[in-house]
Structures are given as C-alpha cells and as structure tokens.
C-alpha cells in the first residue's frame, strides 16, 4: 500500500505540472491497479511482491517519459514504424506462441520464465497511431473516407491477426477503441453507432458460425448446464460473489 501511494503521489506531482493532462486518467488508472494489487496480494505473497515490482516499473517509466520534453513529438514521427512493429511482434505468436498453462491459445511469447502478450502493448500502440495519424489530418475531417482509408488498412491486419489467434476479447477492444477515437477526430457520432451495429452483426453471425464463439455466449447464457467442464469458471465467480 505505501509503494502504491508514494508511486501514485510521484506520478501526480508529475503530472499537474503539464497544462493539458486529463485529470480523471490517473486517478481511475491508479484506483484500478491499486485494487487489484490488493486482490492479488490476498491470494499469495509472491504473486503481490511480482505485481508491486511491474507496477514500481510502469510508474518508472511513466515519470521518465513525462521528463522527455519530445516525447509527443517522437511518437508522432516514428507512428508507423512503432505500429508495424507491434503487428509483427503479435504475428510472431503464430509461429512462436505459447501458454504459461501449457494448454490453449498460444498467445503469449516466454523467455527464461517470462510471457509477454504482445496483443496488450499493442492496443497502446494503436492508440498512439491512430492519435498521431488523425492529429495531422483534422483540417480534412469533412473528407471522411479518404481521411480514415489508411487507418482501415493498419486496423484491418491486426483484427485480422487476432481474429486467426481467437482473440476474441481484444479483437472487440479494438474495434471499440478504433470507433472511439475515430469520433472524436471527426465528431461524427454515426461512428459509435456503425462499430456499435458491427459488432452485434459479428456476435449474432459467430454465435452460429463459430464454434468458440457460440460455446462461451452458451456458458455465459447457462454455466449450469456444464457445471464440472465448460461452465466451472463462471459458476465458481458466482459462488464467489455470493460468499
């Protein structure tokens, strides 16, 4: 707990000395990563000691880049690189993919007892090309098509990349990320409304034509009706809930 503070203290003074920083960011993301150090520091030592020290790195890095006066600026110029990289390294899991559980979705990459899921560092890059991409572009907002096209392309491999791995779960944060920031760049509000009517259309066409896809809205539908196999993990989070 005094780690968490003195870090979410630091990361603060940092902060509100910048004009435009967003003043609800910090304090929902340290509530978050504060909650759930909490969670994990109750089940096992080891697994609180691991976490403090991810969270002691992130804050580290996070003082660091607020120090670098071009930080903005560098993202900007190296945006496609930076996102092309992040595909590549994510494609890489198709060859190179494992599980830390040693069954099911090779997602992750492992060296030496440590995984990486190269779809997490991915989003944040998305977000940073997409950031950079229409920042230079707002002047053309009225020109709707030809301003996102690019955008489509880049967007369109990594939901392809994750949509071959099933990864389902952050295939949607993607599509949900790409429509918001999109949004807001245009101010078209048709934006969230078409991703929103994306995304039913592709839970409805994949609830019948993909098998992965129709068993875990099944599960979530009636974890009953497997109690011991498919459905044991959402029973299990209900009795927790009501203990």
């Known amino acids: 707990f005094a780690l968490w503070a003195v870090l979410t203290w630091l990361m603060h003074v940092r902060l509100r000395n910048l004009p435009d920083h967003d003043p609800y ?3 929902i993301a340290s509530l978050l990563s504060g909650w759930g150090l909490l969670s994990i520091w109750r089940l096992t030592i080891t ?3 691991r976490q403090s020290l991810w969270l002691a790195f992130s804050a580290g890095v996070l003082i ?3 120090r670098w006066r071009d930080l903005l600026t560098t993202l900007r110029r190296y945006k496609y690189i930076a996102l092309t990289s992040g595909l590549l390294l994510t494609a890489t899991t198709l060859i190179f993919g494992t599980n830390p559980l040693g069954t099911g979705p090779r997602l992750w990459l492992g060296f030496g007892g440590l995984y990486l899921q190269p779809s997490e560092p991915l989003k944040l ?3 940073i090309y997409l ?3 229409l920042a230079d572009r707002v002047p053309r907002r009225n020109q709707f098509f030809p301003l996102i096209f690019p955008t489509l392309v880049l967007a369109g491999f990594a939901l392809l990349l994750l ?3 099933r990864d389902l779960g952050t295939a949607s944060i993607f599509i949900m990320l790409y429509a918001s920031i999109l949004s807001v760049a245009t101010e ?3 934006v969230l409304l078409a991703s929103t009517g994306i995304l039913l259309i592709a839970g409805v066409v994949g609830y019948y034509l993909i098998p992965t ?3 875990r809205l099944a599960i979530w539908f009636s974890p009953w009706d497997d109690p011991s196999g498919s459905g044991y993990q959402v029973i299990q989070s209900l009795m927790a809930i009501a203990n």
Do not use: T
């Open 25 to 27: 960011l910090l304090p």
């Open 47 to 49: 697994f609180g000691l």
């Open 64 to 66: 660091l880049g607020l």
């Open 125 to 127: 890059l998305l977000v």
């Open 131 to 133: 950031a950079a991409y």
């Open 163 to 165: 949509g071959v791995q």
């Open 188 to 190: 078209r509000r048709r």
């Open 213 to 215: 896809i129709h068993l």
